[in-house]
């Protein structure tokens, strides 16, 4: 049961501040106009010029029911201009503190040394990546694209026509509830605080097991005992008298 509250933290923080999905890619690839094709409405500024985006823009969205927390950032690449630096420096922060990486590649064009650098970051990171603007035709190698990125899950989009909208909607929603974020039951912990009590719980726990198959004296055991009861009261605000210990163990000790 402690394993299982464990295990439904991070279900927690999503239900209380959203999936966090990270929009990137090099300037001009279509961040913008997947963000406002998620949202439904023109939120984003979306030009043919690169670098139209300059801040992050977050939006909360429920996709498939799940409360998303969608991060449009400025494109990634090397700039003078300050403005744009500082506007890069948050897009890298987001990547970096996402849930999800959503890459968007323009696959009408082939590889730049911008894209390439980007790819290496996202690495064995689960990400989704989109191969944006199927309609002008494809030059990207998608095998050499696989090998790059081997955990990330690849879908041909023109996002601009609102092709692959609903596919992207699926993916995450999967990846929602099956990756590791899955849940299990109906309660969730939202506050870390309170899964690192429940860590401790079950450790001072697994070891009062350990030490009853190992058969050590009831005094030894009844510490481990009280310390898992103390972490979990903690939790409920509740602190364990001695007489709830006394009285647990004084029914053990009858058989003594
Ligand atoms: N042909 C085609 N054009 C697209 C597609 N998606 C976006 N575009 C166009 O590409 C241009 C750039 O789109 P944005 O959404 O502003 O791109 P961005 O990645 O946000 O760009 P920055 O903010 O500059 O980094 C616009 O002219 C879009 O209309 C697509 O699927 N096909
Ligand atoms: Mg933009």
Redesign the pocket.
Known sequence: MIQKLISSADTGRIIKEGFKIAIV????????????ALLKENR???????????DTIVEDITIKNIPVKLI????IHDTEDAVEKIGIEKSKESFNEADLVLL?LDC?QPLSAEDEKIIDTVGNRKALVLL?????GMVLDENSLYEKMPNAIFIR?????G?GINDIEKEIENLVYNGQVKQSGNTFITNVRHTNLLVSAKSALDDAINMIRLGEALEFIEIDVKRTFEFLGEIVGETVSDSIIDEVFSRFCLGK
């Open positions: 890619g090099k300037p001009n690839v279509g961040k913008s106009s997947l963000m406002n984003a500024i979306v030009t043919d010029i690169p670098g139209t985006t300059r449009d950032t400025a494109g968007i009408s944006n603007k199927t309609d002008l989009t023109a996002v601009k026509e092709i």
